[in-house]
């Protein structure tokens, strides 16, 4: 039985640990509850430490839910999002929040922007996301060879054409060509801010961290400011993604 345990003292401390889901808690004063998703990680069998957790906190302010997919699935693994729609329900109930906001990046920022079909999130910070890693729909996609070769079966092969019109998603890629691959397939719509960053590549989180850009545009998409996301960005060196962005040299040339 996945559950919350009471509320108690401000330690990150360990709530669901039966794989493919672990997470983990830190108490918030606030009523927006944080859930940060796990990427892949350094390890292709040891549970994925809790992501963002200082920028997520904002001091103790928020209460923070981590999510990791221990099976490396990008949510495919049998009744792994029906756990973590759960668990990530128990600790908004719990906490009282009336706000929830997804972070994540790489295979984190894929789970966060796919729990948004499931759960009512009203913002999602999606960093270096992948569209899919399903053979027929990212054909040209060689990354992660060992761990795709492990999904069994696809509940979900792609975050597809449309994506819900509720929560704020901004989403960051780099202009690197692994990156444009998910890039030129992402979903378009009014409450999508899609930005692109040129000379960045998949370590975009640890490149932005370093230069000193990370802490706030996660502050900024947490409460929702796509004017102070966007300046951050262009700070960066960023812009929004260009149609022609989307298209690849041949086609463009054409």
Request: include cysteine; hydrophobic fraction near 40%.
């Amino acid at each position: 039985m996945v559950f919350l345990p009471a509320r108690h003292g401000n330690e990150l401390r360990a709530v669901v640990t039966r794989a493919p889901l672990h997470a983990h808690f830190l108490p918030g004063t606030g009523k927006t509850l944080v859930v940060s998703f796990a990427g892949v990680g350094n390890s292709r069998s040891a549970p994925q430490p809790p992501e963002f957790r200082a920028i997520a906190s904002q001091g103790g302010e928020n209460p923070v839910l981590f999510i990791a997919d221990t099976a490396r699935s990008w949510l495919n693994a049998p009744g792994l999002i029906e756990a973590v729609a759960l668990t990530i329900e128990r600790a908004q109930a719990e906490t009282g929040a009336e706000r929830l906001v997804g972070i994540g990046n790489s295979m984190g920022g894929f789970m966060a922007l796919e729990m948004t079909r499931h759960l009512p999130f009203d913002t999602v910070c999606a960093i270096s996301p992948q569209v899919s890693v399903h053979p027929d729909h990212v054909p040209e996609e060689h990354r992660w060879r060992f761990l795709r070769n492990r999904i069994g079966g696809y509940r979900v092969p792609t975050l597809g054409a449309h994506m819900p019109r509720a929560p704020r998603i901004f989403a960051l890629h780099a202009d690197h060509p692994d990156e444009m691959i998910h890039a030129r397939r992402f979903p378009i719509a009014p409450n999508i801010a899609h930005f692109l960053l040129p000379g960045y590549h998949h370590g975009m989180a640890r490149q932005l961290k370093s230069e000193g850009h990370l802490r706030a545009l996660v502050s900024h998409a947490i409460r929702g400011q796509k004017r102070k996301f966007a300046l951050r960005v262009k700070s960066a060196g960023g812009r929004f993604i260009q149609r022609e962005d989307r298209n690849p040299p041949s086609a463009t040339a054409a």
